[in-house]
């Protein structure tokens, strides 16, 4: 059974730091691409940042870019996800999803097959 297990949640107040892990089992990274989105209260679901397991390649949203880094253990099965200087915006349920390595738009939820359990992260001001 694919599985993959979203865990480093938290309530940090501005500027401050977290890094989310996301372990999956059932596959390798090799093979897939690994995506984090997150969701506010009321708000879509949005595409944050994504790693091929295949050459490492990376993408971000705009709102994120310089500030989160994603990287990856395709050994352990592992993708990490670094936040820094988060801000209020930045609250919301994050996701890790698992997809084919060959997709083209990164950000689309329909691109992903897997999905973990998503953890809360909540930034005060």
């Known amino acids: 059974e694919v599985q993959l297990q979203a865990s480093g949640g938290g309530s940090v107040q501005a500027g401050g730091s977290l890094r989310l892990s996301c372990t999956a089992s059932g596959f390798t990274f090799d093979s897939y691409a690994i995506g984090w989105f997150r969701q506010a209260p009321g708000k879509e679901r949005e595409g944050v940042s994504r790693i091929r397991g295949s050459n490492g390649r990376t993408n971000y949203a705009d709102s994120v870019k310089g500030r989160f880094t994603i990287s990856s253990d395709n050994a352990k099965n592992t993708v990490y996800l670094e936040m820094r200087s988060l801000k209020p915006e930045d609250t919301a349920v994050y996701y890790c999803?698992?997809?084919?390595?060959?997709?083209?738009?990164?950000?689309?939820?329909?691109?992903?097959?897997?999905w973990g359990q998503g953890t809360q992260v909540t930034v005060s001001s």
């Open positions: 999803a698992a997809g084919g390595a060959g997709m083209v738009h990164w950000d689309l939820e329909s691109e992903y097959d897997y």
